[in-house]
């Protein structure tokens, strides 16, 4: 059987932008991927567009949603192995957790959440109620299927409520470009594109226009924050 190989930092920027350029009027020309900038408009102009992603949190942050999603499949993964080897229920439970609560000892909450399993035993199928884990506040759902499967699978589920773009977080993600300005190739002015991919919880955020102030900034020309798949768009500069 063939493998399918993880496409390259370019494939993906290629991707991003041919959905943003039918999407948004960009001048006359030819397009070509390059690398510092991603992408070389040649107009009346010479276009540098430089494409990046918007992470709510700095992904080296433990407490980031990237690091967050890895600690969490862990967390549950060992938990359900650690409840099987000393129980044998083998019915299947879904967690939600709570962003404003992050892992931050696993081994800790690993056997809080054993023991939480424990006292479930008997319930029937549906949602636990939240009484009943509030002694683990990094769960903010918690959902019992009481039926017993020789594969049962604990499940983490997303339970969240989308935020609001920050402006701050916006300034970070530019000032970090303007930056690395200094290696792209020779263009009259240069764009950042923004992108939030709503598919990925670490980026899902509404994009809103209203009430929003233009950032200053000496290098880039445009800043524009594209959400695919919705069309939203913003020019912050």
Known sequence: MKMMTKPSNQD?????????RKDYSLPSGTITYADA????????????????????EEGSLPESEQSQRK?????????QKTYQSKNGKKYEISFG????????????????IVQFAESIEKNGS????TKDFEMIPELSFVYLNANEYPNAKWRIVQVHDVPI????????????KEQRAKKYENCDEYWLLVVVDSV??????????????????????????????????????
């Open 12 to 20: 993906i920027e290629k991707y991003y932008f041919e959905m943003f």
């Open 37 to 56: 900038p991603d992408v070389i408009l040649e107009s009346t102009k010479k276009i540098g567009i430089e494409i990046t992603n918007f992470f709510l």
């Open 71 to 79: 600690l969490r499949e862990k967390v549950i993964t060992t938990a």
């Open 97 to 112: 957790f709570n962003k404003a609560n992050p892992i931050r000892d696993q081994k800790y909450l690993i056997n809080n």
């Open 126 to 129: 549906g949602r636990v109620f």
């Open 165 to 176: 773009i920050s402006r701050n977080r916006l300034i970070d993600i530019i000032r970090t």
């Open 200 to 237: 990925n919880p670490a980026q899902d955020q509404e994009i809103r226009a209203e009430n929003f102030e233009i950032i200053q900034t000496n290098v880039f020309e445009k800043v524009i924050v594209y959400k695919p798949f919705f069309n939203h768009i913003l020019e912050a500069t």
